[in-house]
Every structure is written in C-alpha cells, then in structure tokens.
C-alpha cells in the first residue's frame, strides 16, 4: 500500500440530513459545519442549494462562515441545478460543486428516460458549466455499483475531459461487497481515460452493512476520497462513518500507511453535537462513539484492562476526545472553571453563550451535586444549540400517585403568546402530553418515547428521547433535565418545533445520491 493521505469529504449536512427527523435549520447547519471545520474535515457538502429557498441560504450561511474547509454544493446535471450551487457557495474561502446523473440502466429507463449517448453529452455538458464557474468539481455517476463497467468508463473519460478534478463512485443503494468494489476501481483505474488527473472518490450506503468496509477495499485499490457522515447518518440505513473510516487509518497505519487531516481528539464532540441536533441517538455498541466503545464489563476484560489497557483496547478514549465521566464541578465552581472544561470537551463559545450555560449549570448544581461532562453537554444542547421556535416550554406543574389521578398544568408561549391549560392523565407522561398536545391543537402520533439517565445516580439529568409522525413526516426530539417530566416536556415540544420546521419546509425535491 503506497504512502498518502485520504481527502475526507463529509455530507452530514446534506445526505446526513436525509435521516427521517433529521432536518436542520441554518443555525443548526452553521454550528455542525463550524464543528466540522474544528474536526479537520477537508471538504463539507452543505446541501443541496436548488432544493428549496431554505437549502439555499443554508449552504450561503456556511459558505460565509468556514474558512478552512472547502464548501461543496450539490447539483444536478442541470443548469439551473448548477447556478443554484454555485451562487450560494461562491462567497465561500474554498468553493465546490459536485454534479450528478444516474448511470445504470435502471436509472436511465425509470428515473432519466434517457438513452446512453444523452446522458454521456449531459455529463460533458454539467461538468464543463461547473468548471467555468469553479476550480474545484467533483462528477457523480448515480448507482455507479449497479451500472454497465464500460459505460462506466465512458462517463468517467467524458467528465476528466470536460474539466472534472474528482470522479466519485456511489454506492448509491449500498449493493456492493468489498472484493467486488476493490475490483471495479480497480478496473476504473486502468481503463478510463486521464484518471491520473482526478482524484477517485467513494461514498457508499450502509443497507448491507458494508458501508465502510467498501469505503476502506476501495482505497486499498486507488481512491483517496471518502465522502461520510457523523454517527453513519443518513437516508435509509444510513451512509459510511467519519468516525470508523478515520479511526481504522488511525489506529491501522502499519497497514495502510495512509493518513487524514482529521484532529481525532473533535470526534466525541462532533458525534454529540450531531446526535443532539438531529435527535438521532447513537446506538450504544456503536463503533468509535457508542457509549460502550470502551466499557468492559466481561471479567476476563476487566483484569487484563487493569494490569495493561492495551490488552482489551486498541486505541483510547482521550484518542476521539472522549473524557472519562469523572467528576469535575460542584455547584461552588465559578464561570472561569466552566469555561476551561468547556474548552476540554471541545465546545468554544461565545462569552455571551458561556454565560448562558453557566447560568443553566447553576440552576442544575442546586438541584444535584455532582455536575459530570455528560451533564455539562447536555446544558450546552439545551442552552445552546436549540433556538426556540414556534412552541416554547415555560412551566410544567405534573401531580400524580397511588390514591390521586395524575394531572399536569402546562404553561405554553406560541409565538410568544403565552397559554396555561390543565389536563388528567392515566400516568404522569400521559397527562403532561395529553395538556400540551390539547393546548396546541398538535396533531401527530406518538411512534416512540424513550428514557436513559445521561449519568449514574438517582440525581442524574434524565434525557428523553420522543419520535413523532404525521403523514409521512418524522420529527426525532430530545430533552434533559434533573426532573425527568421536565425532560419529557422538553422532548416533546422539541419534537413538535422540529415537526412544524419539517412540514413548512418547501424542498420539493430529495436526491438519492
């Protein structure tokens, strides 16, 4: 395996965003992207800018606040696709636009009805307008995995000749297998024309679980760009993981002999970050990120861990930044100290937003006397990275037990308009959701309320994890807080603000990239 570094392209913000519920607004965008950028990430996919309006000034906001990173937009092969793109990431430090079109012959009949030789002059066409706008272009031929290997190469030689610097080979449905990909970047290598002066990337789906796997037999054959997600979001079972992708040349590089520019101690942060955002929880055998990446729980474990780490783990916690949940401040802590455990956990804010999180780590620290870092991240979400929106939480009053009904008083500001309502339930959870949901006149149905206790401790903030669908339309949820019907509250008026974001979204279209 020769010596070099892999070009890691991250579209959290816009293949991630395709996950049910998973929808950011342009303040959520800036934030990940600006975390991204922290992370090390080489190139940023902000989105998808002819989409919608909303799309568009997204991908504008982070064009005109990363300076390190490239800002890629998406586009079809199209012209009003390509000046979309192109104006809403132009402002950026390093501009890119990435185009597309279907190549296999399923996509050809039923999605494009074109023939070969159309999509063959659409594909010089598109990247020829790209190139005379920007520097940077990157060509996708869509469902490259399902696709006849010489059309292929014929699509590839038109898109280097027409000024395209990478060709990027999806797996779009996630259908291929390790040995099989290895052999067609292998065969791309040798037959299309000029490949020598584009950089040959990969973004592979996860439907078959073998997302990065693929992405890694890939690079072992030639390609140097691996286009990724945080947490392995993304539509369907979702994309390849920044986090395993990075780590595996990380921790395998007397294998590989290959390197990122990826600052590994920013995953941690950038996976919670991302998790609290869209409101996807991380499952807890997760590889890199889960909660039990380096818990040892089984005997044999645990004894060789104690007398040698390197026995059961291959790489540590501090590695991805991942702070042991050790306590580190009380409720006689000061702003200063707040501030400097901030910075070890990876989050710089504002003085105007460490404030605002002090505050909030006040109110907690009466309430429970070991402030952890999972608690400390769980008030910078709330206090932070969640703008109000339509529906804002102001007070929850819940009475329940054995010999009374339960009932919940909830005060509510819609629009700012603030409304107070009473309502009896057949459990606590029941009443406070019957009240706020009667209050709002929202109407969704409930698909999933879960709990989990963010440290040990029966003090510990409690987060509440609600999913809500209405015609088709998912909105994921969360709330933390010590009083855990507080939590609840908080879950589900979060979930009903991102649901109400969802539905005045007016993206009429979704790639399927």
Known sequence: MSHGKIIIFDTTLRDGEQSPGASMDVHEKVLVAKQLEALGVDKIEAGFPVSSPGDFDAVQAVAGEIRKSMIVGLCRARETDIRAAWDAVKEAKKPGLHTFIGTSDIHLKYQLNMSASEVLKAVEGSVKACRSLCRDVEFSAMDATRSDW???????????????????????????????????????????????????????????????????????????????????????????????????????????????????????????????????????????????????????????????????????????????????????????????????????????????????FKEISDKKKEIFDADIEAIVIEEIYRVPDKYELRHVNVASGTVSTPSATVVLAVEGEEIKESRFGNGPVDALYKTIIHMTGFDAELKRFSVSSITGGTDAQGEVTVELADRGVVSVGQGADPDILVASAKALVNAMNRMEFLKNRKSKENPHL
């Open 150 to 360: 010489g059309f292929l190469v014929d699509v590839y030689s038109a898109a280097i000749a027409a000024g395209a610097n990478t060709i990027n080979v999806p797996d779009t449905v996630g259908y291929t297998n390790p040995q099989e990909f290895f052999n067609l970047i292998t065969h791309l290598k040798k037959k299309v024309k000029k490949i020598e002066d584009a950089v040959i990337a990969v973004h592979c789906h996860n439907d078959l679980g073998m997302a990065t796997a693929n992405s890694v037999s890939a690079v072992m054959a030639g390609a140097r760009q691996i286009e990724c997600t945080i947490n392995g979001i993304g539509e369907r079972a979702g994309n390849t993981s920044l986090e395993e992708v990075v780590m595996i040349f990380n921790v395998r590089k007397d294998l590989y002999k290959l390197n990122t520019s990826i600052d590994t101690t920013q995953i941690y942060p950038a996976s919670r970050l991302v998790s609290h955002i869209t409101g996807i929880p991380v499952q807890p055998n997760k590889a890199i990120v889960g909660s039990n990446a380096f818990a040892h729980e089984s005997g044999i474990h645990q004894d060789g861990y104690l007398k040698e780490r390197s026995t059961y783990e291959i790489m540590t916690p501090e590695a991805i930044g991942y702070g042991k949940t050790n306590l580190v401040l009380g409720k006689h802590s000061g702003r200063h100290a707040l501030s400097k455990r901030l910075e070890s956990l990876g989050y710089r804010l504002a003085d105007e937003d460490v404030n605002k999180v002090f505050r909030r």
